[in-house]
């Protein structure tokens, strides 16, 4: 009968002790100032063992009290040491974040710019290049190049008029936010069209390339154009493909640029935070 009492004396206790590692482990949620308390759980096993070294227990009670309470400290001394590792991981993510955000606010992180060509201010008889800006960062050190596609032979044949062919702008900074930067006019006489151009920008984060074509449809000129990025980390892809409403699209079929650029992976960029 005195081995089944002690049995069920020792099983209780192993289930109570159980029963309190798992509430150790599971509350608080989260210990406050983990490192000191990770150093006295310490300093209490070291008390714990020279007591148990010194004073040897000899009772059932004494046997059973001295593991228990080390256990209990161990349990708590692991808890601490994840919640320190996981504090540290956490804090690594946050520096990595702000490190990172610095550098992108620096290099214009995954922000593009691109160039968009129509009438302006009751135009006639001529169009306008403005530059725009997408995502979160301003862009620093802005190359831009746009080139007329049309009747490109035809400039060729006329020296004098290279320079019509190629328009050459640089902007150093180009802020968060842009919506309309005016670059340059071309003159569209009244018996043409259709107006393509190719615009070739680089900027300190990446190169971005364009087609932009323009259609006259009922006496109002309709734009399209796609923007393909090639940012210096790496990502490349379109991350930009717009047609006005009246824009014949069956028109791009055959334009070899623009089939080119739209085969590209599609990114989205974002432009907030969140």
């Not at 995954?110 to 800006?133: E, H, N, T």
């Not at 190049?145 to 035809?154: K, V």
């Amino acid at each position: 009968m005195k081995w089944i009492k002690d049995h069920a004396l020792v099983a209780c206790w192993l289930v109570a002790l159980v029963i309190l590692c798992v509430v150790l482990w599971k509350w608080p949620q989260r210990y406050p100032n983990p490192d000191i308390l990770l150093g006295s759980d310490v300093i209490a096993m070291a008390v714990l063992g020279g007591i148990v070294a010194v004073f040897v227990p000899q009772t059932r009670l004494g046997k059973l009290f001295y593991p228990s309470v080390f256990i209990l400290l161990g349990v708590i001394g692991w808890r601490l040491t994840i919640q320190q590792a996981d504090d540290t991981k956490q804090a690594e993510h946050r520096l990595n974040s702000t490190l990172t955000g610095i550098a992108e606010e620096v290099t214009g992180g995954d922000s593009f710019c691109y160039v968009d060509i129509r009438p302006w201010g009751g135009m006639k008889d001529s169009v306008r290049a403005s530059l725009l800006q997408k995502g979160r960062y301003p862009l620093t050190d802005v190359d831009i190049r746009i080139s007329q596609i049309d009747d490109l032979l035809a400039h060729l044949r006329t020296p004098q008029t290279l320079s019509e062919i190629d328009r050459n702008f640089s902007l150093p900074f180009v802020r968060r936010g842009t919506f309309i930067r005016p670059l340059s006019d071309y003159d569209v006489s009244p018996n043409v069209d259709s107006r393509a151009f190719n615009v070739f920008i680089v900027a300190r984060n990446g190169i971005f390339s364009e087609s932009v074509r323009l259609r006259r449809v009922n006496g109002s000129w309709n734009e399209a154009k796609i923007v393909a990025v090639s940012y210096y980390s790496g990502l490349q892809g379109v991350a930009l493909e717009e047609a006005d409403k009246d824009f014949p699209i069956e028109t791009l079929a055959s334009d070899k640029d623009w089939i080119a650029r739209k085969g590209l992976k599609r990114l989205t960029i974002k432009e907030t935070d969140q």
